[in-house]
């Protein structure tokens, strides 16, 4: 159990490269992978801020959701919202990243692997960088 205003967060979320505005609710959290999932506020005790969820997300272009390859290429966005390359690995478990472009920074968590038809095939998970190299597991 919890109360509303221990789940609902402030001022989170927002269009890319813009000042975050819009409240959001926590509907899951893995501190460990440094990932949360999130929703819309309560539209009965907070139907304003709910409107502006459901506004930002109206206007966002979601990403069909594709099979990671056994073996092949991807895409990962940068902190400062840059696309970049890496190679992926997936054998029925967590997803392998290597010969990344750049560096997996702190504050990539939840942003998405992307395949080169676009589809998004992971999301970037990371609970600390001290085990980080050019090879990376992510589920």
């Known amino acids: 159990m919890s109360y509303i205003q ?9 269009p890319l490269g813009e000042k975050p505005t819009v ?4 509907l899951f ?5 440094d990932i949360a999932v999130l929703g819309e506020p309560d539209g009965q005790v907070l139907f304003d801020e709910c409107e ?4 930002l ?3 966002a272009k979601p990403l069909a959701i594709g099979d990671p390859p056994n073996n092949g290429a991807a895409w990962l966005m940068s902190l400062d919202a840059r696309w970049f390359r890496c190679a992926v690995k997936h054998n029925k478990g967590p997803l392998w990243l290597s010969n990344v472009a750049e560096e997996i920074a702190g504050g990539m968590s939840g942003s998405p692997i992307v395949a080169d038809d676009g589809s998004a095939i992971g999301v970037v998970c990371l609970g600390g960088l001290a085990w980080y190299s050019k090879s990376v597991p992510c589920p």
């Open 52 to 55: 502006a969820y459901e506004a």
């Open 6 to 14: 221990e789940r609902t967060y402030g001022a989170l979320l927002g």
């Open 23 to 26: 409240m959001a609710e926590c």
């Open 57 to 59: 997300v109206d206007v």
């Open 29 to 33: 959290v893995d501190p460990v992978s």
